[in-house]
Nanobody, 122 residues
Framework: QLQASGGGLVQAGGSLRLSCTAS????????MGWFRQAPGKEREFVAT????????YYVASVKGRFTISRDNAKNTMYLQMNSLKPEDTAVYYC?????????????????WGRGTLVTVSS
């Protein structure tokens, strides 16, 4: 139902754009978000975009560098990642919640896609 793509290997300071495609039904459920899991670490919240009003929220470590957006016509959500750092290396996951406001907790997301690996070299 959800498919993340766009990961790859990039040098520090570079950029990548992740995409998350979904069926129209899944895409219209509600708020969407990005999470990531680095090797040996727990999954962490990255960014969310509310379906109610398009508001966005970011974890402090990516604020100002990452931009979350959604294209309702294409049933696709994006994560534009600029000024990438080695500590951004992780598997990135997209998810959909049935809630309509900003959602930060992973347990509040109902559907998850397979991740896409982002590796940032120093």
């Amino acid at each position: 139902q959800l498919q993340a793509s766009g990961g790859g290997l990039v040098q520090a300071g570079g950029s990548l754009r992740l995409s998350c495609t979904a069926s129209r039904r899944t895409f219209n459920y509600g708020t969407m978000g990005w999470f990531r899991q680095a090797p040996g670490k727990e999954r962490e919240f990255v960014a969310t975009i509310a379906s109610q009003n398009g508001d966005t929220y970011y974890v402090a470590s990516v604020k100002g560098r990452f931009t979350i957006s959604r294209d309702n016509a294409k049933n696709t959500m994006y994560l534009q990642m600029n000024s990438l750092k080695p500590e951004d290396t992780a598997v990135y996951y997209c998810a959909v919640s049935k809630l309509n406001n900003l959602v930060l907790g992973s347990r509040l997301y109902d559907y998850w896609g397979r991740g896409t690996l982002v590796t940032v070299s120093s």
